[in-house]
């Protein structure tokens, strides 16, 4: 089983570095949110502060680098790059599904090391709720804490990947009642994320309820897991799990709209992801309400490259952060979230269709 996981990993590293793993036709929605321009901007863009505090931890900008790899030798140099340039900036990043560290300790290093590399950065472990639903527990919770000193610790939720893996885990039932015993046993905060499919405002509640201190989004738009278990079925020749891959390529709510539910409705700190790119995506997702952002493709593209690239990447993404401050007049995060922001289009139909007030937005800093 171990050398399965780790031959998985190594799958969904490679498939990601090569193959067109972005949904085809959802879009993240971002598109429909836009900013009202302010030609009378009144502040000095070089004194715009980008720092906020979440967690009771000061980040320098909103921005984490999510989620993406470990278990594998190869994920070592990516966690090792992506972690000196995190706390070079003094932003936050996560690691991939640590089971692979707790079934093996030997691949422990490949997670280990993003807290040797950042001694001060906000860092996440990562275990799945598949495996708490087959009886992972505090216990294990707690390691995989231990191994990275983690400041949090990410539940993820990833129904639709583990539909369409072969080798998928598909028992949610009791879920929720295993998350509440871990956000309720553990002195870190625990964060549960979605990888790629949005999580609508009701679930939002319930794990609102649960105990756990934030949710991390990651909606539809970006990446696509029913992708990458596409390519790893077709190199298999398993035309079932093809077929499921295929048909499911673009399932899920659209990152804008799933942010803008939850932020309405839990009183959690909202983390945004899913398909965000640039500083003004980052930008529009504060102004609605994230607490912080969080990236992960063009990242990991980077760091295959290395340090300067990763750098390079994140400090072009920090540069258009503060030039979409700059243009609506906000010289600090807490004056980006009262800046005016229209939402139109598809975004804005889910939205009334969904019981919401996209308007809201608009009627802000007027």
């Not at 040797?116 to 275990?127: M, T």
């Not at 949005?198 to 991390?216: F, H, M, N, R, Y």
């Not at 077709?234 to 803008?260: C, H, M």
């Not at 609605?288 to 340090?307: D, E, F, N, Q, R």
Request: one cysteine or more.
């Amino acid at each position: 089983m171990t050398k399965k996981i780790e031959e998985r990993k190594a799958d969904h590293l490679e498939i990601n570095l090569k193959e067109n793993v972005q949904a085809k036709q959802v879009t993240t929605g971002f598109e429909d949110l836009r900013f009202v321009h302010k030609a009378l901007p009144e502040i000095n863009r070089k004194e715009i502060d980008l720092s906020t505090d979440v967690f009771g931890h000061k980040f320098l900008a909103p921005l984490i680098v999510e989620s993406m790899t470990g278990g594998t030798p190869k994920a070592t140099r990516i966690n090792a790059v992506i972690a000196r340039v995190v706390e070079k900036l003094g932003l936050g990043m996560g690691v991939g599904s640590q089971r692979a560290a707790l079934e093996n300790p030997k691949v422990e290093a490949t997670f280990n090391i993003t807290r040797k590399e950042a001694p001060n950065a906000f860092i996440l472990a990562n275990i799945g709720a598949p495996q708490l639903a087959q009886g992972y527990g505090i216990k294990e919770a707690e390691k995989v804490v231990k191994m990275l000193d983690a400041d949090a610790l990410l539940i993820h939720l990833n129904p639709l990947q583990e539909a369409v893996q072969p080798e998928g885990e598909t028992d949610y039932a009791g879920v929720i009642e295993a998350i509440r015993k871990i956000a309720n046993g553990i002195t870190v905060p625990v964060i549960v994320k979605e990888i790629g499919c949005g999580i609508a405002w009701t679930e939002a509640k319930k794990l609102e309820a649960s105990g756990v201190e934030a949710i991390d989004i990651a909606g539809a738009g970006g990446t696509s897991w029913a992708a990458v278990e596409f390519y790893r079925a077709k190199s298999r020749l398993d035309t079932s799990n093809q077929r499921l891959g295929e048909t499911f390529w673009d399932w899920g709510i659209p990152t804008a709209v799933s942010l803008i539910e939850t932020t309405q409705r839990v009183a959690l700190p909202i983390i945004a992801s899913g398909g965000l790119r640039t500083g003004l995506d980052v930008a529009k997702a504060i102004s609605v309400g994230a607490s912080l952002v969080g990236t992960a493709y063009p990242i990991l593209h980077s760091a295959v490259k290395g340090t300067k690239a990763v750098e390079e990447t994140l400090q072009i993404i920090l540069e258009e952060l503060r030039t979409a401050m700059f243009l609506v007049g906000a010289d600090s995060i807490q004056k980006l979230r009262k800046a005016p922001l229209i939402v139109t289009g598809k975004t804005a139909e889910w939205l009334i269709m969904r019981g919401f007030e996209p308007q809201i937005y608009a009627r802000r800093g007027q």
